[in-house]
């Protein structure tokens, strides 16, 4: 069963994960979305991340999806509706 996280936690927790990664340190922001997808077995997207001159952009898109593929079978999105 998938840990179930608010939004803010969640959001949290990607941001503590993508500045773990190589040249991603300086990742100031992490904006995650709610995922309608049926397909999906995940119910969230990594958005935006905000990374403008303190991270190394070659290495942001990468480790992003990285953190997502890591997290996604681990992690739901609490959501209000």
Do not use: Q
């Not at 997207?45 to 681990?74: K, L």
């Amino acid at each position: 069963m998938k840990k179930r996280l608010t939004k803010t936690d969640l959001t949290a927790e990607v941001l503590k994960r993508l500045r773990a990664r190589e040249g991603c340190e300086g990742v100031s922001k992490v904006i995650l979305e709610e995922n309608f997808d049926e397909p999906s077995d995940c119910n969230w997207a990594i958005s935006v991340i905000d990374a403008v001159d303190a991270a190394d952009p070659v290495a942001v898109g990468p480790a992003s999806r990285e953190v997502y593929d890591e997290m996604a079978p681990e992690f739901e999105m609490l959501t209000v509706h």
